[in-house]
């Protein structure tokens, strides 16, 4: 029996059948995908139940196909109307941003070749685009001469390669001990890291990860803008020392995810280097501000780290997933290769083929690069400039409508493009605002806690949002604060 799935190709090849189906299946994904879009808000609200609901009815793995039409309607049915709209400007819940236009055809790029970067007969100008990149990336971030760079999934594995990089650096320049052989040295116990009481949790799972645990990870508390107290961790790494503990790295987040808020590299290096300590700045979210040149200065000089995390899925609005570890050394990336006779010989690197698996956690890896290669040209550095400078100054001018409003309460001034702030009251009603801006107003924001209390957040990566649409989301907290009560 013929099935509707006989009649679609399986690729897109040489052949004119294959061409027109290719163009047909995507002209009809993105009428779909625009016909979908009929209003301006975030979310349509359906609610956990609805949802669980429409997946309950579908069949997920039939015996026989439904065929390409079936499942497009389907699709039109239960999943383009219920996504949430990450370009509307009621979306502001965390960093998570819209995808430029140009990377969109960037993503259907890639996965049309879907090359890989693991080796160089498996992604020929794909490698050489990524070497390209991470080299220009080395340049912004002034990295110096011998650094080097791989891209990520994001900032979560881009944190894991660096804590990586710094302990099998420590126990091989320090300890005299090779991690990458022996795993990890009789002492490891007294290996610790230290990094800000608001610094981002893949800390924790990483140190778990590296054998090191939790208890590893030193928690170095913050002044009252957020930001690391450095004579706090001086302080810290006096007594561990003098205990006979051994730290070995110190992270500073430059931009930290609820608040945005940037520890200090230009004295961290000083310390670091008076202890001989590795230096990683976690800048997932900050890395964009490097575009600015009216607010580069917020995040200090990154190039005095040793590694730095950059992430492009959220200020740089590329598409999810998409970010770098950058190192000062690139001898470091030695910790990571391996060399497999089926996929990466030696003497096919020797005569010049790059293999990037040599500097990656992941084999298997997308050619996110095309992303960043191609929005870096199509918009320019004033192009990034000028959407991220948009996004401080609306952090700037919403802390300063809240500050003047004796409603509501400001955690801290905002450096970045986060603001932190809570309508005066119980949390209870705060989180009750919340959750009516996301079910009954297409609204989208954030909530976290701040010294112990409820606050609400606004992350603001979308350019688009206004002072006009800031102000009126403001009087619509305020006006439902006043019915909860
Ligand atoms: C988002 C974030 C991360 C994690 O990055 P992913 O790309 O989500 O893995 C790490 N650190 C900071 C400071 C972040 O804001």
């Not at 390669?161 to 126990?171: H, K, M, P, Q, V």
């Not at 924790?204 to 590296?210: D, F, G, R, T």
Request: hydrophobic residues 40%.
């Amino acid at each position: 029996m013929s099935t509707h799935t006989d009649k679609l190709p399986y690729f897109l090849g040489f052949d004119a059948r294959s061409k027109d189906a290719y163009r047909s299946i995507i002209d009809q994904t993105v009428q779909a995908v625009t016909d979908s879009v009929t209003d301006t808000g975030a979310y349509k609200g359906a609610s956990v139940e609805e949802l669980q609901n429409l997946m309950e009815a579908a069949t997920i793995l039939p015996q026989q196909g439904c065929g390409w039409e079936a499942v497009l309607d389907e699709v039109k049915r239960t999943i383009l109307p219920n996504f949430l709209r990450t370009w509307s400007t009621n979306y502001m819940a965390h960093l998570h941003s819209p995808a430029l236009l140009e990377s969109i055809a960037s993503e259907l790029i890639l996965s049309t070749f879907n090359q890989s970067m693991d080796s160089w007969d498996q992604s020929p100008i794909a490698t050489e685009v990524e070497v390209a990149v991470v080299s220009e990336l080395c340049k912004l971030y002034r990295l110096g001469d011998d650094a080097d760079g791989v891209f990520t999934s994001g900032g979560s594995q881009s944190n894991l390669s660096a804590l990586t990089f710094a302990r099998d650096w420590y126990c091989n320049t320090v300890l005299g001990h090779d991690v990458k052989k022996k795993g990890l040295p009789s002492c490891y116990q007294k290996l610790r890291l230290y990094t800000s009481e608001v610094s981002h949790f893949s800390m924790e799972k990483s140190a778990h990860l590296l054998g090191l645990g939790y208890d590893a990870v030193r928690k170095v508390p913050v002044d009252n803008l957020c930001r690391m107290d450095v004579n706090a961790l001086k302080a810290m790494l006096a007594e561990d020392t003098e205990q006979g503990l051994l730290p070995f790295c110190v992270v500073a987040t430059i931009g930290t995810t609820d608040y945005g808020s940037v520890d200090p590299v230009d004295t961290l290096r000083e310390l670091c280097d008076r202890y001989n300590i590795y230096l990683h700045a976690d800048a997932a979210y900050g890395s964009g501000v490097q575009m600015s040149s009216t607010y580069q200065d917020r995040l200090g000089n990154l190039g005095l780290c040793d590694s730095i995390t950059v992430d492009f899925h959220k200020m740089f609005l590329l598409p999810i997933s998409c970010g770098a570890i950058l190192i000062k050394d690139r001898s470091l990336f030695e910790v990571f290769t391996l060399h497999a006779d089926y996929l990466n010989r030696e003497e096919d690197e020797e005569a010049g083929y790059t293999n990037l698996v040599g500097k990656s956690l992941q084999t298997t890896r997308r050619f996110d690069a095309l992303k960043v290669w191609m929005a870096f040209q199509c918009r320019g550095k004033d192009g990034f400039a000028s959407i991220i400078d948009t996004c401080i100054e609306n952090a700037a001018y919403l802390a300063q409508a809240i500050s003047s409003n004796d409603r509501f309460e400001l955690a801290i001034a905002p450096e970045l493009s986060s603001v932190v702030f809570r309508l005066k009251g119980s949390c209870e009603k705060n989180k009750q605002v919340r959750r009516e801006l996301l079910h009954h107003h297409q609204v989208v924001i954030g909530q976290t806690v701040y010294q112990g209390r409820t606050y609400l957040k606004f992350t603001l990566l979308n350019p688009m949002v206004t002072h006009q649409h800031l102000d009126e989301l403001l009087v619509l907290i305020e006006k439902l604060g006043n019915l909860i009560q």
